[in-house]
């Protein structure tokens, strides 16, 4: 079924078609503000406290307030109107002061993807920080595009593997090793991310792109792909899935089931 394209602004839900943003705000003119995407499914939201409490600490982080309670009471409302539907909850907060809530349809979602490595200079000030100012992100995508690939993975210009454009990243050698980059690299707190390393064996540090390049098996993870199969980096095709990349999967499913108060293997 697809989902119903709601927005609520401030407070007044309508059709996101109908949906009217007061002018000027910087929110739309610099990138100024902050935001957070969850998954819906079955209509609810999952992890819903962990992205309101990462979208206070961007807000903080940029000097923006976030009134919560507010949030969370349009979203009580935003939620019923949209029903029982998977979709994706995208909150942002602009330096207007506006919150605009919107229910999307998931983006179609292929079985694997292909990656190709981009360069990209973190901004500093920005670490951490899920802003508005994805200009960047965006363009290493279609830059990874051009070259044949899906999605980019943003690498340091010394050659230190960071993270996708939207998404985080796991890979392992022949020897099955699972590694992703930690926190101390300029990459997102990213919850999927946080929810596996606490549930399988990950090894986390600070890796060279020869590492990533040599890659037996890697996948994609994120809040809307799940876990999602790399069938290339740079050129150089995988196997998929691989056994980490299925244990992933696996773990994913328990992690959402709990999170949700299911089985895994019922719908949410």
Known sequence: MVARELASV???????????????????????????VIRLYGGRPFALGEHLDRLERSAAAIHLPADRAAIEGELAALLAEHGDGDAQLRIILTRAGRRILLVEALAPRTDSAAVATVEYQPTVILNRVKSLSYGANMHAT?????????????????GTVLE???????????DGVLKTPSLENAILDSI?????????????????????????????ASTTREIQPI??????????PGPRTREASRAFERIVSAGLGTTAGEPA
Not at 12 to 36: I, K, N, S
Not at 142 to 158: C, F, H, K, N, S
Request: glycine residues 8%; negative net charge.
């Open 10 to 36: 401030d407070g007044r839900v309508t059709a996101t078609a109908e949906a009217v943003l007061p002018l000027p705000d910087d929110g739309l003119y610099r990138g100024d503000g902050v935001f957070e």
């Open 142 to 158: 279609r830059i990874a595009q051009e070259r044949g690939a899906d999605e980019a993975v943003l690498v340091t210009p010394e």
């Open 164 to 174: 996708p454009p939207t998404s985080t990243i796991f890979w392992a050698a022949a």
């Open 192 to 220: 999927t991310r946080d929810r596996l390393v606490a549930e399988i064996d990950v090894v986390e540090g600070t890796f060279e792109v020869a590492d990533l390049r040599g890659a037996a098996e890697a996948f994609l």
């Open 231 to 240: 069938s290339a980096i740079d050129g150089r095709a995988l196997d998929w």
